[in-house]
């Protein structure tokens, strides 16, 4: 239980990713925030996994593309399980739609932004001042923020790699006061996000292509988080992991 005693708050935390996170931690003993944005009936059946794992959990409805919207969520926070935030998980976030240069227009591109990017910068500003000494914040990147992902992915690559830097450069501001900052940067994982913007052919092809010949689970993804998240990763910060099965090393 190397979690006890500990409040986490992950957004985007309703399914696929987010929903393997919340579980992950709860397990080994945290309290976990399940933020979500639209889909109420995903973040009840993620707190209901959480509870059916000994956990605790609550779901808060918060657009964290909104500075309100991610106030209220640690106000939830706070309510629920005291003034202090040990973990962190930034996982909003979404390609939207696959869109050439030519397709798109600058609001779906500053839309995509504020998604993954933005949205990583209010939660951290926002929780932050209830974050102390061993408390560490994880961001979700991605292997297109290495290589420019997909076709029609530019603006979620761009956004993507925003997350990477900015994890260099929140981990070097907040190091002095013992609040450590990791991103991990998955490839191919098995969840809805595929299903919907991946057409079969492609995702098979990855995988074949994928020295471990397979597509990631979420659960792997969220043993990971918990890693970085862990007092075992206590020396590592400002580090972008990868966890992509081989397909590509940094």
Known sequence: MKFAGKVAVVTGGSRDIGRAVCVKLASEGASVVVNYNSNQADADETVAAVEAAGGKAVAVKADVTKPADVDALIAATRDAFGNEIHILVNNAGGLVARKTLEEMDEEFFNFVMQLNATSTFLAC?????LMKEGAAIVNLSSLAGRDGGGGGAIAYATAKGAVMTMTRGLA?????????VNA???GMIATTFHDKFTPDAARENVANSTPLR?????????????YLASDEASFITGANVDINGGLAFS
């Open 125 to 129: 500003k926002a929780a932050v001042p």
């Open 172 to 180: 070097k501001e907040l190091g002095p006061k013992g609040i450590r």
């Open 184 to 186: 991990l940067a998955p």
């Open 214 to 226: 397979r597509q990631g689970k979420a659960e792997e993804t969220a043993d990971l988080v918990a």
